[in-house]
């Protein structure tokens, strides 16, 4: 899917150049959020005690954000 957005974008113009950088944004943003995810688990798993402002619900609406697609630009 990657690859053809980038074939778009590169024959394309704003709107297609856009598209990608939406796609690149929210694959990164996806991928950060489930290493931070893992993280926590393993953390947890193995006792150590992982900054949470308070709670794990904080931690949730922390991370949260980044599997949301950004708005329009």
Do not use: Y
Request: charged letters at 30%; hydrophobic letters at 40%; zero cysteines.
């Amino acid at each position: 899917m990657g690859d053809q957005l980038e074939q778009r974008a590169a024959m394309g113009g704003k709107r297609e150049r856009a598209e990608l950088k939406v796609f690149e944004t929210l694959l990164a943003k996806t991928v950060a959020a489930g290493l931070v995810r893992q993280l926590l688990e393993e953390a947890a798993a193995h006792g150590v005690d992982v900054w949470t402002k308070g709670s794990k619900r904080a931690i949730h609406n922390d991370t949260e954000h980044l599997t949301k697609a950004p708005g329009p630009t």
